[in-house]
């Protein structure tokens, strides 16, 4: 079901910047203008794509190579890029699905060539180019995600404008950032069938994504895999767009990421900063977002084993490397091929080999590192800044150490062909991986599979050595190399020597490890582990109600059950009004006022409502509330009719001047001396938490405590308590920000059972149960309330209204939002008491022949 009231609320975001640029809809049918390809036996076209499951892949670039070609349409020319990862994930789809990629091209197109590239582009590739004009893109992708996003990813902070960490937040950028992704939501939605379609967005350029298409279509079945590190919170809650950026990936129903550490400062930016909680279940954590399971996924990528065996195999490549062979005969080589990127730690690489050289003589002559350098990715002074220090250090090295004939580091800044690379990797007695800070980097995955697959080196011993950084994706993955931190280039440099020096039985043992992984974990073993796990996490998409709500970026849906649906006065008031014997219950905190109300004390409001309903002689209405009895007796003195059922239910009055009477239970609360120092240890180690002690109970709180360390505290709490307690008659139970400790029979859902069962034993059974509630121990009351409803052998309740409030989903069939519409239901409810119900006679009233409901 569409959100009407969000319509164009993302464009309001912009005012009047230009950039949200009107995108008309050129292929408004898109997959049907299409479906002609198929039949013209053109190459790569695949089958009627309205009888397949269809793959929608978005990257920030197509997977083709582009080139200028005057004679072809709009002067470029077109082929797959095999190296693309959107490419090589194909092969992970099921066979019978249609993959489509959405994305832009490396080279600017004329307005009016668009539509025949991008038919050309469909019917020859299934590509659908995104067109953005060149100064949109280059604030989007140079300024805003090169220059702001990246360094903060991986952990720069711009300080100053000047700062390497690039450009401090720009709103302007910002908006830029959201036309772009605009532009890509547009494109996307022209192929989107939700019954039949998954979209998986790549990368931090489009984070804003998931929020377009959400918008657009509520069930989209819709993943993002971050291949960028994922920064702990401490330097994520720096970007001004923070909340907004959460959102838009948790609007995604699968969130992948390349380790455990970059899931882990995801989940606790979600924690610290919307207050989310997540649960692992059955292997897979998932974050409970207003109705949705939000999954998220922790699977490194791979390399497309196909593809590197093809390059190694190439005649090319053979004779690259008994090249390469020949030439570094007698010499160690060491490999190093990085981007020209601040976080790939180049200099600090050549610090190490420089230490190395110094400190061990003996390799001088002999040790060579060829340092090859990718062209950057973006431009700007850092990037001058790293090739001005490369050349520098490698210069000063070669002078203090090199001599005729050698040259001990080969620095190769041309752009180097992929046979090329290739023979190097077979050849490298050793790669050097040592970046501050990367996502994943294939580069160790690379070289040690071109080392196994040689045939130019079939008959040489398999045998690798890896040198990585603990600060990559890829080192927890790869057990047998020597892990280091490229800051202390001491400790890289002996380990450089430790890899030179190792027995040749230990390389080739560390070898057959990392391949055994690197071969079983590649690109289709991850695309097809995604794509898997993505339907499995949109499975219930369909048997769910949507609807959006929130304003710009802020906006997302909430999905509740069929059977789940908002209470209101309206849908209430017929029933309350023609039943004579009701049971109202009720809790207190975050039910009739807010949990973040530091006035705990009843408003004038809430009492008068609550005296409005007590008034009705129809009524017997009781506060449920885990409180103490003094407490709630002293708040609650104006409220003469009003029952309270105090401390989960130990304690329970019927009215004001009713004795209060106490579970039959036993009296010993001996237990206390044990829970107590227990809980007193727990709050002098974490500073905001407090102990509230009850006639009953134990209650420790947590919730001015940091929410991770908190968190973290009470379930330990929880543990330590259940087995110091484990022969005492108590329960412990953990709730929003507390553990308490209740003697065993207590508990919301035994006073549920116990009030029902004593107004059915006075023969005054109710006929109509209202049950209000917002948290864990509330949810009790729910399920109390649906056994005894379905039991046959218990009085029916003909009108049943179990309401959870801000809590989705719940065991209750109603919600209302917050307390200010609980007040509202109650007061309603307290208002019709006073209203004569209609006679069925008086509910249709017709006028000339038309029908007019009354009621």
């Known amino acids: 079901m569409q959100s009407f009231s969000s319509a164009n609320l993302l464009e309001l975001a912009a005012g009047e910047d230009a950039d949200f640029v009107a995108s008309p809809r050129r292929f408004p049918l898109l997959p049907r203008l299409m479906d002609d390809a198929a039949a013209t036996g053109e190459d790569n076209a695949p089958g009627s794509p309205a009888q397949r499951e269809r793959r929608i892949v978005v990257t920030h670039r197509l997977p083709l190579r582009t080139v200028p070609d005057p004679s072809a349409p709009g002067g470029l020319a077109f082929s797959w890029d095999p190296d693309a990862l959107a490419l090589q994930l194909r092969a992970g789809f099921p066979s019978s699905s249609e993959v489509i990629h959405v994305g832009t091209v490396a080279f600017p197109i004329d307005q009016a060539h668009h539509a025949s590239i991008s038919r050309i582009l469909y019917e020859r590739f299934r590509c659908l180019p995104v067109f953005i004009p060149a100064d949109l893109h280059h604030r989007f992708y140079h300024d805003f995600c090169k220059h702001y996003l990246w360094p903060l990813l991986h952990y720069l902070l711009p300080f100053s404008p000047s700062s390497l960490g690039g450009l401090p937040f720009d709103r302007s950028l910002w908006l830029s950032y959201l036309s772009a992704n605009k532009l890509f939501a547009d494109r996307v939605i022209e192929l989107l069938n939700p ?22 279509s509520p069930r989209v079945k819709l993943g993002f895999f971050l291949h960028a590190p994922f920064p702990s919170s401490e330097i994520f809650r720096t970007i001004p767009v923070r909340n907004e950026l959460l959102r838009a990936l948790l609007n995604a129903d699968l969130v992948g990421f390349q380790t455990f550490d970059y899931a882990r400062h995801f989940l606790t930016s979600c924690s610290r900063l919307l207050g989310l909680d997540y649960q692992s279940k059955r292997g897979y954590i998932g974050i409970e977002y207003y109705g949705r399971t939000v999954t998220v996924k922790i699977l490194p990528v791979g390399i497309d084993m196909g593809q590197l065996e093809l390059v190694i195999s190439s005649k090319d490549t053979i004779a690259k490397v008994h090249e390469l062979t020949a030439m570094y005969k007698d010499k160690i080589l060491m490999l190093g091929i990085d981007d020209v990127d601040l976080f790939k730690g180049i200099g600090m690489k050549l610090l190490a080999v420089e230490q190395l050289l110094e400190e061990h003589p003996q390799l001088r002559g ?45 620095l190769i800044s041309r752009t180097v ?24 980097n294939l580069v160790p995955y690379k070289y040690t599979v071109y080392r196994q697959l040689s045939p130019a080196l079939a008959d040489a011993p398999k045998k690798s050595m890896i040198i990585v950084s603990e600060f990559i ?59 898997q796990d993505l339907q499995r996490a949109c499975r219930e998409h369909f048997h769910r109600r949507c609807w959006g709500i929130g304003f710009g970026m802020n906006f997302r849906v909430v999905a509740l059950s069929p059977n789940f649906r908002k209470l209101s006065v309206e849908h209430i008031v017929a029933s309350y009004q023609r039943t004579n014997s009701r049971l109202i219950l009720l809790d207190y905190d975050g039910t009739m006022i807010p949990q973040s109300s530091i006035d705990k004390k009843p408003s004038s409001e809430v009492i008068s409502v609550i005296n409005g309903l007590c008034d009705d002689p129809k009524n017997v209405v009781f506060l449920v509330s885990g409180r103490g009895k003094d407490e709630l007796s002293k708040w609650f003195a104006p409220c003469e009719k009003l029952g309270i059922s105090a401390e989960h239910g130990y304690f329970t009055r019927w009215k004001r001047h009713s004795p209060w009477e106490s579970c039959t239970l036993a009296s010993d609360f001996n237990w206390k001396k044990i829970a107590e120092p227990v809980m007193t240890l727990y709050t002098e180690a974490t500073d905001g938490s407090a102990i509230e002690h009850k006639e009953s109970g134990l209650v420790w709180h947590h919730q001015e405590a940091d929410p991770d360390f908190g968190s973290c505290q009470a379930k330990e709490l929880l543990d330590h308590l259940e087995n110091v307690l484990a022969n005492e008659p108590v329960v412990v139970r953990r709730g929003q920000h507390i553990v308490e400790v209740n003697p065993q029979g207590t508990g919301k859902g035994m006073v549920v059972e116990n009030l029902m069962t004593a107004s059915s034993s006075t023969g005054k059974a109710p006929d109509f149960l209202l049950c209000i509630g917002d948290d864990r121990s509330d949810e009790d009351m729910f399920e109390s309330i649906s056994r005894y409803t379905s039991d046959p052998l218990a009085p029916a309740i003909g009108e049943v209204f179990a309401c959870t409030v801000g809590q989705k989903p719940s065991k209750a069939k109603y919600y209302l939002d917050d307390t200010a519409e609980v007040i509202n239901l109650l007061e309603g409810l307290a208002d019709s008491s006073c209203v004569k119900p209609p006679s069925s006679a008086e509910l249709q009233v017709s006028f000339e022949g038309s029908l007019y409901v009354v009621y």
């Open 473 to 531: 994706g890829c080192s927890p993955s790869l057990s047998g190399a020597i892990r280091v931190n490229p800051w202390n280039v001491h400790a890289a440099a002996e380990s450089i020597n430790l890899a030179i020096t190792m027995p040749d039985t230990e390389k080739q043992l560390r070898h057959e490890k990392h391949y055994k992984y690197v071969s079983s974990h590649d690109i289709p073993y991850w695309a097809r582990s995604f794509d």
């Open 417 to 440: 062909p992929t046979y090329e690379k290739a023979a190097f990797y077979a050849v490298a007695d050793c790669c050097l991986v040592n970046p501050v800070r990367d996502g994943m």
């Open 195 to 216: 019954n039949d379609s998954l979209v998986w967005i790549h990368d931090y350029h489009l984070l804003a994504l998931p929020t377009f298409l959400r918008r657009r």
């Open 366 to 410: 002999r040790a060579v590192l060829v340092q090859i350098t990718n062209p950057p990715r973006s431009e700007g002074k850092d990037v001058q800044k790293v090739q001005d220090e490369i050349g520098s250090i490698s210069r000063r090295i070669n002078e203090r150490f090199g001599r005729p004939g050698y040259e001990p580091i080969v």
